[in-house]
């Protein structure tokens, strides 16, 4: 018996997904369209394919002389051919002939081994297609190689764009150093071209804030230009104020960069032709500006100027629920002062008791995607695990960096404000 | 990510998740470890913590059908949900279990096993060594892991120097992880 509940959630839930997926199943043509929609407003993608009968793909004779299979259902051919056909006629990279090199790489990955792309449903790599793309600065390889649709009825292959909203069979697999997915297909490169990432991520041990990024476009694409727009990334990430643009030239039909952000979807991209011509825009850059507009500080004050003076300038501060019970999640609100202005929160008084321990040191230290002069800024406090002792807390907030207008050189700075609440058990 | 075999985003994933169930499987296991941790660090018991983690992917898996790529990353949307049902549960006492049954999903219960490894993943053993340390360790540690504060914003808030800091957060750090040894052995 496996006794590890957090396997036997995901069995739980993955039932209930599927259940889910049965029963929406025939509303497809209900869903597809308002998927297509997305499809024009979100950026790159590494397409999720496959299609639900084993087909050849046609449209692979023209790379490296590989054998056609015939196909097990003409309709299903059909639909396969479509979806991966032109892969080698917009991509110049699989056109050149393959090398020692390339195969060398593709047998490294593992891909064309049994078992070594089980993320491909019954599919299989085709191995005269890899070609190694491009050999990123950080030294990273790029190997592009075309996949065949997974097998019949699979429940593992990637089946559905839910973007491009159709099914899909087969398609090209970037693969980088030990990792890649699959697939994208002709219609899918030419649209928003097909990029994967490596290396995101913070980490209190110091790890790296940089997001790594590969593209796959097609012909006549010379650069591309990787546009990070202003964003908040929530949940305790750093927030970006500033767009930030970087720009990579094309090798292999490959453009790579690093962009030092963190990313939850991907870059906006502006494919430029050799003569610095704009091809495309990828990605709704309008919607981007839109939805991650730093707001706007209010007017500057005789109370806003006397805070950048001195941090301890008095500023109210209140709590809601000024009282609560044990688990109550209570608010400290006050009315910002300074814009991108750090805090540290910190209890001065908490009641005395068996059980009632508390830190002291409790902080917070960026003000969010909002901490601009004249919004208010709220912190939470949620109950600890054993719940708030009775008794009133009393707490202190200090200024720890002014941000645009510098910080404090680490010298500690009277609170500006307290306040208290009050829990009742 | 690379060495993964899924390079989607958190959003992807939940859109992929209408037509492929694996895809919501993934986007699960990257997140049960935080999201138990969430509610492990605000909930008196590990029980509690895996019932609010479930309730909350499942009511994500119900919402994902809904779910629309957006400039906002996916995983600020899960830990909305979160705290959602994180004080929904403190209004009433008690987890919710609405998104479970409508979904059908069935109980799972929880043997010591299971307690175990929730209290690994989630990190509820460290974090009640975390407590037992000396306030001054405690202090600094939470700080600088929890809460990942730099050195030196730590040190001006303590009011002592950057190295003090470091000091405090190494040895309690070493503590913790002698004691987990410890424990394990």
Redesign the interface.
Known sequence: MNDDPIALLERELVDAARRHVSHGEAEAPRTAEPARRRALTTIGLLVPIGVAAAVALVALLALGGHTRPSPAHPSAAAASGRAVHNLDTILAVLRRPQTALDRKILSQSGLDRSGGAPFLGGGHVIAASARLATIAPWGSRVLLVVATAPAPGSQQGWTYDARLGRRLGGGLIVWVNHGGGCCSDAAAIESTGSWSSSGAGRSFAGGSTATRFYVVVPDGVARVAFVAPPASIQAGGPTYRHALTVTAPVHGNVAVAELHREFDGGPLMIWYAADGRVIKRVGNFAAAAHAAKPPQPGPATALSRAALRDPATPNPVRATPAVGGPHTTFALRFTQLISDADYAFRFTSVPHGSGCAIGTSTSNPDGGPDDVRGRTFTFRYAAPAEGWCAGTYTFSIALTDRGRAGGLGGRPIAPFGTASFQVRR | ????????????LL???????????VF??RH?RGV?SFF?????TAEAA?DL??ET??AA?EAA?RY?????????W???IAWNK??EA?RRGQADDTA?RR????P?A??D??LE??ES?AGGRA?RLL?ALP?EQ???V????L???SY????????CSSSVVRKRVSRGIQTIRRKLTEAES
Not at chain 2, 103 to 106: K, R
Not at chain 2, 152 to 159: C, R, S, W
Request: aromatic letters at 6%; hydrophobic letters at 40%.
């Open positions: 990510m690379e060495g993964s075999p899924d390079p989607r985003t958190d959003g992807e859109v992929a998740t209408a037509s492929d169930p694996e895809a919501f499987a699960y296991r049960v138990l492990r660090r605000r909930v008196p895996f983690t479930a992917f499942a898996l059908p629309e790529l957006r400039p906002d990353p996916a995983r600020g899960l830990y909305g994180l004080h403190q479970r979904l059908g999903m069935a799972i929880l043997t096993e299971g490894r929730i993943l974090l407590e306030a405690r202090d600094a939470r700080a600088r892991v809460d990942e504060r030196d914003a730590i040190a001006g808030e303590l009011q």
